[in-house]
Each structure stands twice: as structure tokens, then as C-alpha cells.
């Protein structure tokens, strides 16, 4: 499995490191446990299309957010995970 | 029919022509007291303790390939009970136990080896931690032992003692740890709940859960709708697609993880040995091929076939413990899913929803577990509560605080 960082270019998997889920968000302060539970527990977990968080930790040390078919291990699409949050921002003032 | 020595000398007289099926091909039927989704080894041995200890024998098993295709047939086959925490060594000790009497109980070889399982140490740090374990395991009456530097050289001469970087200090042995063989665990176990009346149904895969006014009450499968009294969730790597369709989220992520054989050879190693500077283990199978694994992938998949990485990892491990291995062949690699939970525990429990029952989260250690997670996970259907040897694998652990993380790394499943 290679996967094209945003400024690296293509590189073998084993220089990144996996976090997981890109989707799930960090609850507000004001939150339920029920909502932390949520956050720090549960996973939808598709076997399918999937964005997940990558760090290139061997190269340029950048997040990532890669969009991989967990059944082919296909890399379908890969942003900065910088980029993610900023338009996140935008679109949730 | 019974196996036997005097079946075996009657059917070797008569040309070997009169053995029969180990199991039949029932049709469904309309409804059944309890249906367990997931022909693997746990979903067999649940349906076997359901019939024998608790009567109830209008069951069926519903896999959604064949009988032998997923992780029961693809581990590495290794059986221990050397847990640090109390939630979980009592029920891995019920494990060996049931084990050690597996064979004569369900009338098949299953080949129980119990050669010994030896965890190594490379720094003293490591050996108090090891010792530790080793305390906690004889404190719940479990037998461990630990050996110094020249007990393993004499138990296994062949390891890279004075290796560069981690020389072999010594090591945590349990004795009673072993191999068994896989593929007979699931025959064994699927011939014994049909002679019990259990319908073990193939290719017949759950694609909907009905849920009528918050009680679980049939499934529809690939081959009809099947009314049930009780469900239960047994399905490994596709457990979190299975809870979904009953509008679950479970705290598992799915991760492959691969394993290894080599070339055969003569005998080599008599027991098993696993590496404690690296994540490495191996052991010789009867046929002679060294059976070897280590770390899971790290990422989440469903594709059942892992990546390069991993590969030259597990050999780095392998020739730092045993630089021998470097003449032999890899003849096989291949992977399998591992239902990886939150913290590194199981969980067999009843759900949110009536009827409806969930074992998962058996991480990359499922196949020691099988006849205790059977067998609980019966209990716990058949009386609608949890045994004690389970009470602590519950799935609300993680609300209320009370993981069972031996390894103490978090919410991370690619670190357990």
C-alpha cells in the first residue's frame, strides 16, 4: 500500500502512522458523557470507504486525511488534514 | 456415528465406504429458539454448550461462507491462559480447562498439544514484569514459571542467546500452554452440535436483524427470513456490519492481521517460543512447517490480505530470535480479520436490545478463547446474564470506566 502525501508525493505505508477515524470530532466542553463515550469509543468501522487520519512521520511529519477502500486498500482520495479542519471551520462558524 | 477405535478397524475392514458426513446440510427452518449469526469456532462451540449444558437444541448456526473459512481456520493455533488482570484470567483458565478435556467430551481429535508456551525476556525491567504476571497467574491457581537465562538455554538451545541488541535474559514459561489444530476445533465442534440436533447452516448470510418494539425477534438471511427467540452476534472481523444491522455502534475496529508457514522440517521446535523484544511468535505444526506471526497491519480493513511491511517486520523479528530461520522458505502467508475493541478485551454480553446477544472484540487472541467464550457466551443466552467467568466483559465497560486493558494503551486498537 503507497500512499501520496500532499507534499511528498507517493510513499511505501510504513513511513505514516495510523490514528484511525478522520470523521469523528472532539465534543464541546458543555458535553455529556454519553457524547465523550461516543467520541472516545465507538466507530462506525465501514468496510468500504473510509477517512482516516495518517501522520507521515518519516518524511514531512504532516496529518493527513486519506479516503482508502478498507475491502482493497485502494487509496481513493488524500487531503492535509489541516485543510479538513480549516474548511470544517468555515462551514461551522 | 461415534468415532471410535473399533469404528476405525470396522471401516478400514469394509474399504473405509461406510463413514458418513461429519455434520448434515439441513434446510432452514421457519424458526428456531436461538440462532447464532457466525460459524466460526465461537459461534460453533456456543451452539454445542447451548445444547449440552442448557438443553435447548432447536438451534442453528448461520455462516455466511463455509464451516472452517474465517479466523478458525487462519490463526496460528497457540492455546495459553497468561493474563495479567482479573477480569480475565479466571475465564482463559476455564479455557485450558476446557481444553484439556475438549476431545473426550466432543468425540473428535482436536490434536490438544499442551508443549509449553515460553514469553522471553531481554532487560530486567522486563523480567519483574514478566514476574509479575507470572504472580497474578499462580495467585488464581494458574501454573507459571520463571526461567533464568541457562532454563532456557537448556529448554531451547537453539535462540540467538548473545544477540547484539536483545540478549535472552530468560523467560515466563506456562507449561500448560500448547498448540492445538484448528480446523479440527471447528469440525470437532460443528459434528458435535449436530449430533446434538444444532442445524449448522452454510452460506447463509444475515443481511437484516428484525427488531419489533425493542426486542430482537428473527433475522432475514440469504436463504429466507428465520424467526428467533434469541440471537447471538458471534461474527469476528464483521462484527461492527452485523451490530449495524441492528442499529448498533460497537467500540471495534476491524484490522487485518497476517500469519505465516514455512517449508517443512524435521522436528524443531518441540514448544512455543514468542519474542520479547518484537512481536513475534512460533511454533511447529505437526506437518513439520514452522508456523509463525506478529504484529497485526495497524489500519483498519476488511480485505483479508495484509501488506509488505508487516512481512519484513515479523522476519526481522524472526532472525534476530532464530537467525536459522533465514534458510528456510516461506511457503504460505495469508490474513485474517481481527474484531480489534478499544482496549484489548472481549465482550461477551446481552445488548441494548432484548434477545439479542453480542461476543466480539476478541482482538488477534480469539482462538485460545473458544471453548470458554462458547461456552459463556452460552450462558449467557440461555439464563439472560452473564457467567462469572465473563461478568467483566461487559459492553458498557467503556462508559463506565471499567476497561480490561492489559497492555495499557488506550482507545487505540492498533496498539493492543
Not at chain 1, 465523550?36 to 487520519?53: A, I, M, V
Not at chain 2, 425493542?214 to 472481523?237: C, F, H, M, N
Not at chain 2, 456490519?241 to 441492528?246: F, G, S
Not at chain 2, 436490545?353 to 485460545?368: A, T, V
Request: net charge neutral.
Amino acid at each position: 500500500m503507497r500512499i501520496p502525501c500532499v507534499y511528498c508525493g507517493e510513499r511505501g505505508h510504513e513511513e505514516f502512522s495510523y490514528l484511525g477515524d478522520a470523521t469523528i470530532q472532539r465534543p464541546t466542553a458543555a458535553a455529556t458523557p454519553n457524547e465523550w463515550h461516543d467520541y472516545g469509543y465507538l466507530r462506525e468501522n465501514p468496510s468500504g470507504s473510509h477517512r482516516e487520519l495518517w501522520q507521515h512521520v518519516a518524511g514531512c511529519r504532516a496529518w493527513l486525511v486519506v479516503t482508502r477502500d478498507t475491502r482493497t486498500h485502494a487509496i481513493i482520495s488524500v487531503e492535509a488534514a489541516q485543510d479538513v479542519a480549516l474548511s470544517r471551520e468555515k462551514a461551522t462558524p | 456415528m461415534r468415532y471410535a477405535l473399533t469404528s476405525l478397524l470396522g471401516q478400514a475392514l469394509r474399504g473405509n465406504r461406510g463413514w458418513t458426513p461429519a455434520w448434515r446440510r439441513p434446510e432452514p427452518k421457519a424458526s428456531y429458539d436461538a440462532v447464532i449469526v457466525g460459524g466460526g469456532g465461537h459461534g460453533l462451540a456456543t451452539a454445542y454448550y447451548l445444547a449440552k449444558e442448557h438443553g435447548l437444541t432447536n438451534i442453528a448456526v448461520l455462516e455466511k461462507g463455509w464451516i472452517g473459512n474465517g479466523n478458525i481456520g487462519r490463526n496460528t493455533t497457540l492455546i495459553r491462559s497468561n493474563y495479567l488482570l482479573p477480569g480475565n484470567v479466571p475465564f482463559y483458565e476455564h479455557s485450558m480447562k476446557l481444553w484439556e478435556g475438549l476431545e473426550q467430551d466432543i468425540n473428535y481429535n482436536a490434536m490438544v498439544s499442551q508443549r509449553g508456551l515460553l514469553n522471553l525476556y531481554h532487560s530486567d525491567a522486563q523480567r519483574d514484569a514478566f514476574a509479575r504476571r507470572g504472580n497474578a497467574m499462580r495467585m488464581h491457581g494458574v501454573d507459571s514459571e520463571l526461567l533464568d537465562r541457562e532454563q532456557v538455554r537448556a529448554f531451547v538451545p537453539y535462540l540467538d542467546f548473545d544477540n547484539a541488541r536483545f540478549p535472552i535474559q530468560g523467560g515466563l514459561i506456562q507449561r500448560r500452554g500448547g498448540t492445538v489444530r484448528h480446523d479440527a476445533v471447528a469440525w470437532g465442534y460443528a459434528r458435535a452440535a449436530d449430533r446434538l440436533g444444532v442445524d449448522i447452516l452454510e452460506h447463509c448470510e444475515v443481511t437484516g436483524i428484525d427488531i419489533v418494539d425493542g426486542r430482537a425477534v428473527g433475522v432475514q438471511t440469504t436463504r429466507g427470513a428465520i424467526r428467533a427467540k434469541k440471537i447471538g452476534l458471534a461474527a469476528a472481523g464483521n462484527s461492527s456490519r452485523v451490530a449495524a444491522l441492528a442499529g448498533l455502534r460497537l467500540p471495534i475496529e476491524s484490522h487485518v492481521l497476517q500469519a505465516f508457514v514455512s517449508e517443512g522440517v524435521k522436528p524443531l521446535i518441540d514448544t512455543v517460543v514468542t519474542f520479547g523484544a518484537g512481536h513475534f511468535y512460533i511454533s511447529q505444526s505437526d506437518k513439520g512447517g514452522l508456523v509463525f506471526g506478529g504484529d497485526i497491519d495497524g489500519y483498519n480493513s476488511y480485505a483479508w490480505r495484509g501488506n509488505l511491511p508487516i512481512v519484513e517486520d515479523v522476519a526481522e523479528c524472526g532472525m534476530a530470535l532464530m537467525p536459522m530461520l533465514g534458510r528456510l522458505r516461506v511457503v504460505r502467508s495469508w490474513g485474517g480479520l481481527m474484531d480489534m475493541s478499544m482496549d484489548g478485551s472481549p465482550i461477551i454480553d446481552k445488548t441494548p436490545i432484548d434477545g439479542l446477544y453480542l461476543n466480539c472484540g476478541w482482538c488477534y487472541g480469539g482462538f485460545k478463547a473458544t471453548p470458554a467464550s462458547g461456552w459463556c457466551f452460552a450462558h449467557t443466552i440461555a439464563r439472560d446474564a452473564p457467567h462469572a467467568f465473563n461478568a467483566a466483559m461487559r459492553l458498557d465497560r467503556f462508559a463506565t470506566g471499567h476497561l480490561i486493558d492489559e497492555r495499557g494503551a488506550g482507545n487505540r486498537p492498533n496498539l493492543h
